[in-house]
Protein backbone atom coordinates (compact mmCIF):
# COMPACT_ATOMS: atom_id res chain seq x y z
CA UNK A 1 0.00 0.00 0.00
CA UNK A 2 1.56 3.68 -1.08
CA UNK A 3 2.17 5.65 1.65
CA UNK A 4 -0.71 8.45 1.18
CA UNK A 5 -3.25 5.61 0.84
CA UNK A 6 -1.93 3.78 4.18
CA UNK A 7 -2.47 7.46 5.62
CA UNK A 8 -5.71 8.08 4.17
CA UNK A 9 -6.70 5.03 5.44
CA UNK A 10 -5.11 4.89 9.29
CA UNK A 11 -6.88 8.41 9.20
CA UNK A 12 -10.19 7.39 8.88
CA UNK A 13 -10.17 5.07 11.31
CA UNK A 14 -8.12 7.49 13.76
CA UNK A 15 -10.88 10.43 13.27
CA UNK A 16 -13.03 8.33 15.49
CA UNK A 17 -13.27 9.79 18.80
CA UNK A 18 -14.71 13.19 16.88
CA UNK A 19 -18.17 14.42 17.06
CA UNK A 20 -19.29 10.57 17.08
CA UNK A 21 -22.88 10.14 16.76
CA UNK A 22 -24.22 8.50 20.17
CA UNK A 23 -25.10 5.39 19.27
CA UNK A 24 -28.12 3.52 21.52
CA UNK A 25 -27.63 1.52 24.91
CA UNK A 26 -25.26 -1.77 23.64
CA UNK A 27 -28.73 -3.74 25.18
CA UNK A 28 -31.19 -1.81 22.97
CA UNK A 29 -34.37 -4.47 21.84
CA UNK A 30 -35.78 -4.00 18.89
CA UNK A 31 -39.25 -4.53 19.06
CA UNK A 32 -41.36 -3.92 16.20
CA UNK A 33 -45.24 -2.52 16.55
CA UNK A 34 -44.77 -3.14 20.01
CA UNK A 35 -44.72 -6.97 19.54
CA UNK A 36 -42.68 -8.25 17.36
CA UNK A 37 -39.17 -8.84 18.18
CA UNK A 38 -36.41 -9.43 16.15
CA UNK A 39 -33.09 -11.24 17.28
CA UNK A 40 -30.84 -8.32 16.88
CA UNK A 41 -27.82 -10.24 18.62
CA UNK A 42 -26.95 -14.11 17.86
CA UNK A 43 -24.58 -16.81 18.66
CA UNK A 44 -22.61 -16.76 15.50
CA UNK A 45 -21.77 -20.37 13.16
CA UNK A 46 -18.88 -22.33 14.49
CA UNK A 47 -16.79 -21.04 11.30
CA UNK A 48 -17.46 -17.48 11.89
CA UNK A 49 -14.34 -15.17 12.88
CA UNK A 50 -17.25 -13.01 14.92
CA UNK A 51 -18.05 -13.68 18.51
CA UNK A 52 -21.18 -12.09 18.12
CA UNK A 53 -23.47 -11.63 15.45
CA UNK A 54 -25.13 -8.21 15.31
CA UNK A 55 -28.03 -6.32 13.36
CA UNK A 56 -26.82 -3.07 11.91
CA UNK A 57 -29.71 -1.91 14.05
CA UNK A 58 -27.75 -1.63 17.11
CA UNK A 59 -25.14 0.63 15.47
CA UNK A 60 -27.44 3.89 14.57
CA UNK A 61 -28.33 6.42 16.75
CA UNK A 62 -31.71 6.33 18.90
CA UNK A 63 -33.28 8.24 16.73
CA UNK A 64 -32.26 5.77 13.98
CA UNK A 65 -33.52 2.83 15.38
CA UNK A 66 -36.58 4.24 16.37
CA UNK A 67 -37.82 5.14 12.82
CA UNK A 68 -37.90 1.09 12.37
CA UNK A 69 -39.76 0.39 15.45
CA UNK A 70 -42.98 0.91 14.20
CA UNK A 71 -44.15 0.41 10.59
CA UNK A 72 -46.25 3.62 10.65
CA UNK A 73 -42.66 5.54 11.61
CA UNK A 74 -40.96 3.52 8.55
CA UNK A 75 -40.76 5.12 5.51
CA UNK A 76 -39.90 1.90 3.50
CA UNK A 77 -43.37 1.33 4.12
CA UNK A 78 -44.67 3.30 1.27
CA UNK A 79 -42.75 1.24 -0.56
CA UNK A 80 -44.11 -1.80 0.54
CA UNK A 81 -47.74 -0.59 -0.22
CA UNK A 82 -46.65 0.15 -3.68
CA UNK A 83 -45.50 -3.35 -4.42
CA UNK A 84 -48.87 -4.65 -2.54
CA UNK A 85 -50.96 -3.21 -5.28
CA UNK A 86 -48.09 -4.25 -7.87
CA UNK A 87 -48.97 -7.87 -6.98
CA UNK A 88 -52.46 -8.33 -8.02
CA UNK A 89 -51.78 -6.28 -10.89
CA UNK A 90 -51.74 -8.77 -14.13
CA UNK A 91 -48.88 -7.76 -16.57
CA UNK A 92 -47.36 -9.28 -19.45
CA UNK A 93 -48.67 -11.08 -22.52
CA UNK A 94 -50.03 -14.57 -19.81
CA UNK A 95 -52.13 -11.50 -18.26
CA UNK A 96 -51.01 -12.87 -15.12
CA UNK A 97 -50.32 -11.16 -11.84
CA UNK A 98 -48.35 -12.76 -8.83
CA UNK A 99 -51.17 -13.49 -7.14
CA UNK A 100 -52.36 -15.86 -9.88
CA UNK A 101 -50.04 -17.91 -8.93
CA UNK A 102 -48.68 -17.40 -5.43
CA UNK A 103 -52.42 -16.48 -3.97
CA UNK A 104 -51.50 -13.95 -0.98
CA UNK A 105 -48.15 -12.30 -0.34
CA UNK A 106 -48.38 -14.13 2.65
CA UNK A 107 -47.58 -17.16 0.72
CA UNK A 108 -43.97 -15.90 0.24
CA UNK A 109 -43.35 -16.41 4.30
CA UNK A 110 -39.86 -17.63 4.50
CA UNK A 111 -38.19 -17.14 1.02
CA UNK A 112 -36.39 -14.09 2.04
CA UNK A 113 -34.56 -15.86 4.92
CA UNK A 114 -33.19 -18.44 2.36
CA UNK A 115 -31.84 -16.17 -0.57
CA UNK A 116 -29.54 -16.20 -2.56
CA UNK A 117 -30.24 -20.01 -2.98
CA UNK A 118 -28.83 -22.56 -5.87
CA UNK A 119 -32.02 -22.65 -8.00
CA UNK A 120 -32.12 -26.91 -8.53
CA UNK A 121 -32.95 -26.49 -12.10
CA UNK A 122 -30.09 -25.16 -13.95
CA UNK A 123 -27.43 -25.59 -10.59
CA UNK A 124 -26.75 -21.37 -10.65
CA UNK A 125 -26.80 -19.19 -7.39
CA UNK A 126 -30.28 -17.06 -7.93
CA UNK A 127 -30.95 -14.24 -5.81
CA UNK A 128 -34.86 -12.86 -4.95
CA UNK A 129 -34.56 -10.60 -7.58
CA UNK A 130 -33.48 -13.30 -9.73
CA UNK A 131 -36.41 -15.43 -9.00
CA UNK A 132 -38.61 -12.21 -9.28
CA UNK A 133 -37.44 -11.21 -12.86
CA UNK A 134 -37.63 -14.98 -14.02
CA UNK A 135 -41.43 -15.06 -12.87
CA UNK A 136 -42.06 -11.55 -14.66
CA UNK A 137 -40.19 -12.93 -18.00
CA UNK A 138 -41.28 -16.83 -18.33
CA UNK A 139 -44.41 -16.81 -16.43
CA UNK A 140 -45.81 -13.76 -16.94
CA UNK A 141 -44.35 -12.35 -20.41
CA UNK A 142 -43.60 -9.26 -19.09
CA UNK A 143 -40.58 -6.92 -19.10
CA UNK A 144 -38.07 -8.09 -16.25
CA UNK A 145 -37.17 -5.26 -13.72
CA UNK A 146 -34.11 -3.85 -13.79
CA UNK A 147 -32.44 -4.07 -10.50
CA UNK A 148 -32.39 -0.92 -8.64
CA UNK A 149 -35.47 -0.14 -10.24
CA UNK A 150 -38.81 1.21 -7.74
CA UNK A 151 -40.43 -1.89 -8.77
CA UNK A 152 -37.76 -4.37 -7.98
CA UNK A 153 -36.68 -3.22 -4.81
CA UNK A 154 -39.99 -2.81 -3.61
CA UNK A 155 -40.95 -6.25 -4.18
CA UNK A 156 -38.27 -7.32 -2.49
CA UNK A 157 -39.04 -5.35 0.76
CA UNK A 158 -43.20 -6.68 0.21
CA UNK A 159 -41.88 -10.53 -0.28
CA UNK A 160 -38.80 -9.95 2.32
CA UNK A 161 -41.09 -8.63 5.03
CA UNK A 162 -43.28 -11.54 4.80
CA UNK A 163 -40.36 -13.46 6.49
CA UNK A 164 -39.96 -10.71 9.25
CA UNK A 165 -38.54 -12.34 12.40
CA UNK A 166 -37.21 -15.23 10.92
CA UNK A 167 -33.80 -16.27 11.40
CA UNK A 168 -31.68 -16.46 8.25
CA UNK A 169 -30.95 -19.57 7.19
CA UNK A 170 -28.65 -19.71 4.06
CA UNK A 171 -27.34 -22.91 3.08
CA UNK A 172 -23.94 -22.61 2.23
CA UNK A 173 -22.75 -26.55 1.79
CA UNK A 174 -23.65 -29.09 -1.14
CA UNK A 175 -24.59 -27.17 -4.35
CA UNK A 176 -23.99 -23.88 -2.60
CA UNK A 177 -20.43 -24.35 -1.36
CA UNK A 178 -18.73 -23.26 -4.50
CA UNK A 179 -20.26 -20.40 -4.53
CA UNK A 180 -19.95 -19.24 -0.76
CA UNK A 181 -16.29 -19.91 -1.03
CA UNK A 182 -16.23 -17.74 -4.07
CA UNK A 183 -18.02 -14.96 -2.25
CA UNK A 184 -15.46 -15.70 0.98
CA UNK A 185 -12.94 -15.02 -1.32
CA UNK A 186 -14.30 -11.55 -2.33
CA UNK A 187 -14.55 -10.87 0.99
CA UNK A 188 -11.20 -10.97 2.24
CA UNK A 189 -9.43 -9.35 -0.93
CA UNK A 190 -8.48 -5.52 -1.18
CA UNK A 191 -9.65 -3.59 -3.35
CA UNK A 192 -8.83 -0.23 -5.41
CA UNK A 193 -6.38 2.41 -4.48
CA UNK A 194 -7.18 2.34 -0.43
CA UNK A 195 -6.90 -1.52 -0.47
CA UNK A 196 -9.56 -2.01 1.90
CA UNK A 197 -11.67 -5.45 1.92
CA UNK A 198 -15.36 -6.10 2.81
CA UNK A 199 -12.98 -7.57 6.41
CA UNK A 200 -11.08 -4.08 6.80
CA UNK A 201 -14.01 -2.08 7.74
CA UNK A 202 -17.01 -4.91 8.75
CA UNK A 203 -15.16 -7.62 10.56
CA UNK A 204 -11.62 -5.58 12.05
CA UNK A 205 -13.21 -2.22 12.80
CA UNK A 206 -17.03 -2.81 13.41
CA UNK A 207 -17.96 -0.51 16.43
CA UNK A 208 -15.32 1.80 15.66
CA UNK A 209 -16.03 5.28 13.55
CA UNK A 210 -14.86 5.64 10.34
CA UNK A 211 -15.02 9.44 10.68
CA UNK A 212 -18.73 10.28 11.16
CA UNK A 213 -19.92 7.07 10.57
CA UNK A 214 -20.28 4.30 13.00
CA UNK A 215 -19.11 1.25 11.57
CA UNK A 216 -21.46 -2.30 11.69
CA UNK A 217 -20.93 -6.08 10.74
CA UNK A 218 -22.16 -5.01 7.56
CA UNK A 219 -24.94 -7.62 7.75
CA UNK A 220 -27.39 -7.86 5.29
CA UNK A 221 -30.57 -9.30 6.98
CA UNK A 222 -32.47 -6.03 7.16
CA UNK A 223 -32.24 -5.67 3.03
CA UNK A 224 -33.73 -3.99 1.69
CA UNK A 225 -32.82 -0.74 3.60
CA UNK A 226 -34.28 2.49 3.41
CA UNK A 227 -31.40 4.97 4.13
CA UNK A 228 -31.86 8.50 5.23
CA UNK A 229 -28.80 9.68 2.81
CA UNK A 230 -30.73 8.74 -0.38
CA UNK A 231 -34.61 8.38 0.82
CA UNK A 232 -35.28 5.63 -0.38
CA UNK A 233 -35.29 1.66 -0.49
CA UNK A 234 -31.74 0.08 -1.57
CA UNK A 235 -30.78 -3.08 -2.93
CA UNK A 236 -27.83 -5.38 -1.58
CA UNK A 237 -25.89 -5.28 -4.85
CA UNK A 238 -26.50 -1.48 -4.91
CA UNK A 239 -24.71 -1.08 -1.11
CA UNK A 240 -21.80 -3.77 -2.34
CA UNK A 241 -21.26 -1.25 -5.34
CA UNK A 242 -21.36 1.95 -2.55
CA UNK A 243 -19.19 -0.17 -0.45
CA UNK A 244 -16.72 -0.85 -3.19
CA UNK A 245 -16.74 2.53 -5.14
CA UNK A 246 -15.39 3.85 -1.63
CA UNK A 247 -12.49 1.63 -1.74
CA UNK A 248 -11.77 3.87 -4.93
CA UNK A 249 -12.39 0.61 -7.26
CA UNK A 250 -14.30 -0.09 -10.35
CA UNK A 251 -17.18 -2.45 -9.03
CA UNK A 252 -18.82 -5.29 -10.00
CA UNK A 253 -22.18 -4.78 -11.89
CA UNK A 254 -25.30 -5.43 -9.98
CA UNK A 255 -26.34 -8.97 -10.67
CA UNK A 256 -23.09 -10.42 -11.20
CA UNK A 257 -21.65 -13.60 -10.42
CA UNK A 258 -19.18 -11.49 -7.97
CA UNK A 259 -21.77 -9.77 -6.12
CA UNK A 260 -24.32 -12.64 -5.91
CA UNK A 261 -21.60 -15.17 -4.77
CA UNK A 262 -20.92 -11.97 -2.05
CA UNK A 263 -23.88 -12.13 -1.29
CA UNK A 264 -24.01 -15.59 -0.56
CA UNK A 265 -21.63 -15.27 1.87
CA UNK A 266 -22.14 -11.78 3.48
CA UNK A 267 -25.90 -13.31 4.26
CA UNK A 268 -24.19 -16.21 5.92
CA UNK A 269 -22.05 -13.73 8.49
CA UNK A 270 -25.33 -13.06 9.75
CA UNK A 271 -27.21 -16.71 9.68
CA UNK A 272 -29.49 -16.54 12.90
CA UNK A 273 -29.97 -12.69 12.97
CA UNK A 274 -33.92 -11.79 12.18
CA UNK A 275 -35.25 -10.84 8.87
CA UNK A 276 -35.77 -6.88 9.65
CA UNK A 277 -36.73 -5.70 5.82
CA UNK A 278 -37.68 -3.20 5.03
CA UNK A 279 -35.09 -1.82 7.69
CA UNK A 280 -33.80 2.24 8.06
CA UNK A 281 -29.98 3.06 8.70
CA UNK A 282 -28.03 5.92 8.04
CA UNK B 1 -41.88 8.93 -8.39
CA UNK B 2 -44.14 5.25 -7.33
CA UNK B 3 -48.05 6.66 -7.38
CA UNK B 4 -48.18 9.19 -4.37
CA UNK B 5 -50.31 7.55 -1.62
CA UNK B 6 -50.56 8.57 1.91
CA UNK B 7 -50.20 6.28 5.33
CA UNK B 8 -52.26 7.09 8.19
CA UNK B 9 -52.15 5.31 11.81
CA UNK B 10 -55.13 6.20 13.93
CA UNK B 11 -57.03 4.59 16.58
CA UNK B 12 -60.69 3.02 15.39
CA UNK B 13 -62.03 3.76 18.46
CA UNK B 14 -61.36 6.72 21.34
CA UNK B 15 -62.81 7.67 24.53
CA UNK B 16 -64.47 10.99 24.36
CA UNK B 17 -61.64 13.20 25.44
CA UNK B 18 -58.77 11.27 25.53
CA UNK B 19 -56.22 12.21 23.96
CA UNK B 20 -54.59 9.89 21.27
CA UNK B 21 -51.82 10.16 18.52
CA UNK B 22 -52.15 10.14 14.52
CA UNK B 23 -49.41 9.18 12.43
CA UNK B 24 -49.37 10.39 8.76
CA UNK B 25 -46.36 9.36 6.32
CA UNK B 26 -46.55 9.97 2.18
CA UNK B 27 -44.30 8.89 -0.22
CA UNK B 28 -42.63 12.45 -2.31
CA UNK B 29 -39.39 13.68 -3.33
CA UNK B 30 -39.77 16.95 -1.73
CA UNK B 31 -37.72 18.42 -3.99
CA UNK B 32 -36.17 21.81 -2.91
CA UNK B 33 -35.49 23.09 -5.99
CA UNK B 34 -31.89 23.85 -4.82
CA UNK B 35 -30.56 20.84 -6.79
CA UNK B 36 -28.99 20.49 -10.17
CA UNK B 37 -29.45 18.09 -12.39
CA UNK B 38 -26.64 16.81 -14.81
CA UNK B 39 -26.69 18.89 -17.52
CA UNK B 40 -26.25 21.76 -14.37
CA UNK B 41 -29.84 22.85 -14.52
CA UNK B 42 -32.10 23.72 -11.68
CA UNK B 43 -34.32 21.13 -11.06
CA UNK B 44 -37.41 23.12 -10.01
CA UNK B 45 -39.28 22.84 -6.57
CA UNK B 46 -41.80 20.49 -6.42
CA UNK B 47 -42.97 19.78 -2.45
CA UNK B 48 -45.84 18.87 -0.82
CA UNK B 49 -46.77 22.50 0.94
CA UNK B 50 -49.58 21.65 2.90
CA UNK B 51 -50.96 19.67 4.95
CA UNK B 52 -54.68 19.96 6.75
CA UNK B 53 -56.79 17.61 8.88
CA UNK B 54 -60.25 18.36 9.81
CA UNK B 55 -62.70 16.22 12.45
CA UNK B 56 -66.26 15.67 10.85
CA UNK B 57 -65.43 19.22 8.62
CA UNK B 58 -64.06 21.24 10.85
CA UNK B 59 -60.50 22.07 11.00
CA UNK B 60 -58.05 20.13 13.57
CA UNK B 61 -54.40 21.18 12.49
CA UNK B 62 -52.72 22.15 9.59
CA UNK B 63 -49.17 22.15 8.79
CA UNK B 64 -47.53 24.69 5.84
CA UNK B 65 -44.47 22.91 4.91
CA UNK B 66 -41.47 24.00 3.30
CA UNK B 67 -38.57 22.47 1.30
CA UNK B 68 -36.68 21.99 4.58
CA UNK B 69 -38.83 19.09 5.27
CA UNK B 70 -37.36 15.74 4.23
CA UNK B 71 -38.34 13.01 1.38
CA UNK B 72 -41.15 11.24 2.41
CA UNK B 73 -43.19 13.62 4.55
CA UNK B 74 -43.64 12.22 7.82
CA UNK B 75 -46.51 14.25 10.57
CA UNK B 76 -47.17 13.21 13.91
CA UNK B 77 -50.15 14.64 15.95
CA UNK B 78 -52.25 14.50 19.08
CA UNK B 79 -55.49 15.31 18.97
CA UNK B 80 -58.76 14.73 21.24
CA UNK B 81 -62.65 14.41 20.15
CA UNK B 82 -66.10 14.63 22.23
CA UNK B 83 -68.34 12.46 19.47
CA UNK B 84 -67.61 9.88 16.63
CA UNK B 85 -66.64 11.21 13.09
CA UNK B 86 -64.76 11.66 10.32
CA UNK B 87 -60.87 12.49 10.17
CA UNK B 88 -60.22 13.83 7.09
CA UNK B 89 -56.66 14.85 5.65
CA UNK B 90 -55.56 16.27 2.81
CA UNK B 91 -52.12 17.00 1.38
CA UNK B 92 -51.88 19.45 -1.36
CA UNK B 93 -48.46 19.18 -3.90
CA UNK B 94 -46.96 22.35 -5.67
CA UNK B 95 -48.31 20.94 -8.79
CA UNK B 96 -51.93 21.10 -7.98
CA UNK B 97 -52.41 17.44 -7.04
CA UNK B 98 -54.12 16.75 -3.90
CA UNK B 99 -53.65 13.45 -2.04
CA UNK B 100 -56.17 12.47 0.55
CA UNK B 101 -57.04 9.64 3.50
CA UNK B 102 -59.67 9.42 6.47
CA UNK B 103 -60.16 6.86 8.68
CA UNK B 104 -63.26 6.32 10.95
CA UNK B 105 -63.04 7.35 14.61
CA UNK B 106 -65.49 5.86 17.38
CA UNK B 107 -65.95 6.38 20.60
CA UNK B 108 -66.01 3.15 23.12
CA UNK C 1 -31.02 16.60 -0.92
CA UNK C 2 -28.74 14.76 -3.15
CA UNK C 3 -24.96 16.02 -2.19
CA UNK C 4 -22.41 15.68 -4.94
CA UNK C 5 -19.31 13.95 -3.85
CA UNK C 6 -17.48 16.65 -4.11
CA UNK C 7 -19.86 18.86 -1.70
CA UNK C 8 -19.85 15.69 0.56
CA UNK C 9 -16.23 15.97 1.17
CA UNK C 10 -16.06 19.81 1.79
CA UNK C 11 -18.34 19.60 4.10
CA UNK C 12 -17.46 16.28 5.78
CA UNK C 13 -14.29 17.87 6.50
CA UNK C 14 -16.00 21.35 7.79
CA UNK C 15 -18.09 18.77 10.04
CA UNK C 16 -15.43 17.39 11.35
CA UNK C 17 -13.21 20.17 12.03
CA UNK C 18 -16.31 22.08 13.79
CA UNK C 19 -17.62 19.37 15.99
CA UNK C 20 -14.51 20.39 17.68
CA UNK C 21 -15.88 23.92 18.46
CA UNK C 22 -18.75 24.46 20.44
CA UNK C 23 -21.98 24.59 17.89
CA UNK C 24 -22.64 28.63 17.05
CA UNK C 25 -21.49 27.40 13.19
CA UNK C 26 -24.07 28.77 11.13
CA UNK C 27 -23.90 27.92 7.07
CA UNK C 28 -26.72 30.73 6.20
CA UNK C 29 -28.05 33.55 8.75
CA UNK C 30 -29.51 33.66 11.78
CA UNK C 31 -30.56 37.52 10.95
CA UNK C 32 -32.50 35.41 8.48
CA UNK C 33 -34.09 33.56 10.75
CA UNK C 34 -34.89 36.35 13.42
CA UNK C 35 -36.75 37.84 10.41
CA UNK C 36 -38.87 35.02 9.98
CA UNK C 37 -39.62 34.89 13.25
CA UNK C 38 -40.58 38.86 13.62
CA UNK C 39 -43.11 38.24 10.94
CA UNK C 40 -44.56 35.53 12.29
CA UNK C 41 -44.92 37.40 15.78
CA UNK C 42 -45.13 40.99 14.49
CA UNK C 43 -42.14 42.20 16.58
CA UNK C 44 -44.43 41.07 20.03
CA UNK C 45 -41.76 39.92 23.00
CA UNK C 46 -40.56 36.31 22.94
CA UNK C 47 -40.01 34.50 26.05
CA UNK C 48 -38.26 30.94 26.82
CA UNK C 49 -40.17 28.43 28.04
CA UNK C 50 -43.81 27.09 27.51
CA UNK C 51 -42.90 24.77 24.80
CA UNK C 52 -40.69 21.83 24.46
CA UNK C 53 -38.74 21.60 20.95
CA UNK C 54 -37.06 17.89 21.13
CA UNK C 55 -34.31 17.43 18.60
CA UNK C 56 -31.11 15.04 18.76
CA UNK C 57 -27.76 16.72 19.91
CA UNK C 58 -26.30 14.60 16.80
CA UNK C 59 -27.90 14.19 13.87
CA UNK C 60 -27.06 10.71 12.28
CA UNK C 61 -27.99 12.47 9.26
CA UNK C 62 -28.95 15.89 7.52
CA UNK C 63 -31.23 14.33 5.46
CA UNK C 64 -33.53 13.12 7.83
CA UNK C 65 -33.45 14.56 11.24
CA UNK C 66 -36.67 13.81 13.86
CA UNK C 67 -38.09 16.78 15.53
CA UNK C 68 -40.92 17.45 17.71
CA UNK C 69 -42.96 20.58 19.03
CA UNK C 70 -45.50 20.32 21.98
CA UNK C 71 -46.63 23.57 23.48
CA UNK C 72 -50.17 22.52 24.93
CA UNK C 73 -52.55 25.46 24.70
CA UNK C 74 -50.75 27.24 21.24
CA UNK C 75 -52.76 28.02 18.19
CA UNK C 76 -49.40 28.16 16.01
CA UNK C 77 -46.04 26.80 16.02
CA UNK C 78 -43.52 28.15 13.36
CA UNK C 79 -40.20 26.02 13.54
CA UNK C 80 -37.32 27.38 11.62
CA UNK C 81 -33.77 26.67 10.74
CA UNK C 82 -30.68 29.21 10.81
CA UNK C 83 -28.10 27.31 9.49
CA UNK C 84 -30.44 26.31 6.14
CA UNK C 85 -30.66 27.96 2.38
CA UNK C 86 -34.07 29.58 3.80
CA UNK C 87 -35.37 29.32 7.00
CA UNK C 88 -38.64 28.61 6.93
CA UNK C 89 -39.04 24.88 7.92
CA UNK C 90 -43.01 24.34 9.03
CA UNK C 91 -45.95 26.28 10.81
CA UNK C 92 -48.10 24.22 12.53
CA UNK C 93 -51.58 25.56 13.55
CA UNK C 94 -54.13 24.05 15.64
CA UNK C 95 -57.83 24.19 15.85
CA UNK C 96 -60.70 22.79 17.77
CA UNK C 97 -59.13 19.42 19.60
CA UNK C 98 -55.28 19.64 18.61
CA UNK C 99 -52.99 18.97 21.77
CA UNK C 100 -50.30 21.51 20.52
CA UNK C 101 -48.04 19.03 19.59
CA UNK C 102 -46.39 17.50 16.68
CA UNK C 103 -43.43 15.76 15.11
CA UNK C 104 -41.73 15.24 12.11
CA UNK C 105 -39.01 14.82 9.92
CA UNK C 106 -36.37 17.70 8.55
CA UNK C 107 -33.33 18.71 6.58
CA UNK C 108 -30.45 20.50 8.00
CA UNK C 109 -27.61 21.50 5.79
CA UNK C 110 -25.47 21.55 8.81
CA UNK C 111 -24.48 21.81 12.43
CA UNK C 112 -27.16 24.63 13.81
CA UNK C 113 -29.87 25.95 15.81
CA UNK C 114 -33.33 24.60 15.34
CA UNK C 115 -36.54 27.21 16.59
CA UNK C 116 -39.30 26.16 17.48
CA UNK C 117 -41.55 29.53 18.74
CA UNK C 118 -45.73 29.21 19.16
CA UNK C 119 -48.19 31.61 19.58
CA UNK C 120 -50.49 30.82 22.59
CA UNK C 121 -54.13 31.62 22.87
CA UNK C 122 -53.55 34.59 25.00
CA UNK C 123 -51.67 36.09 21.92
CA UNK C 124 -47.86 35.81 23.49
CA UNK C 125 -45.06 33.86 22.28
CA UNK C 126 -42.95 31.69 23.86
CA UNK C 127 -39.66 29.70 22.08
CA UNK C 128 -37.37 27.13 22.44
CA UNK C 129 -33.90 26.41 20.87
CA UNK C 130 -32.11 23.23 20.08
CA UNK C 131 -28.27 23.21 18.50
CA UNK C 132 -27.92 20.29 16.57
CA UNK C 133 -24.87 18.71 15.13
CA UNK C 134 -25.01 17.42 11.98
CA UNK C 135 -21.86 14.82 11.07
CA UNK C 136 -21.88 13.91 7.53
CA UNK C 137 -18.62 12.56 6.17
CA UNK C 138 -18.59 9.28 7.19
CA UNK C 139 -17.86 6.74 4.02
CA UNK C 140 -21.17 5.82 4.00
CA UNK C 141 -21.33 3.99 0.65
Redesign the interface.
Given at each position: MGMLAKAAAIGAFAALSLGQAASADEDARLIINGEEEMIVRAAPPAWSPLPELLSGWLFRTVETQRLQMDDFENPGFTSVDSAWETWSLPEGSAGKSCADCHGDAASMKGVRAVMPKVNAENGELWTLEMYINNCRTERMGAESWGWNSGSMVDMTALISLQSRGMPVNVAIDGAAAPFWEAGKELYYTRTGQLELSCANCHEDNYGNMIRADHLSQGQINGFPVYRLKNAKLNSIHARFKGCVRDTRAETYKEGSPEFTALELYVASRGNGLSVEAPSVRN | MAQIKPRVKAPKSVAAGEVFTVKTLINHDMETGQRKDKNGDKIPRQIINMFEVTFNGKPVMSAKLEPSISANPYIEFEMSIQEAGDLAMTWRDDDGSVYEASNAIAIG | ??LSRRNILAI?GA??T???IPVDFAMATPEAAAEALNAFTGGAAVTDGGIDLVA??????G????I?VSAPGAVAILVL?EG???P????????????G????????AGTQNVLAVAKMADGSFVRAARAV?V???????
Open positions: - | - | MNGAVVSLPEIAENNTVPSSNPSGVATFTFGEGAATAATRIRLKTIGGCGG
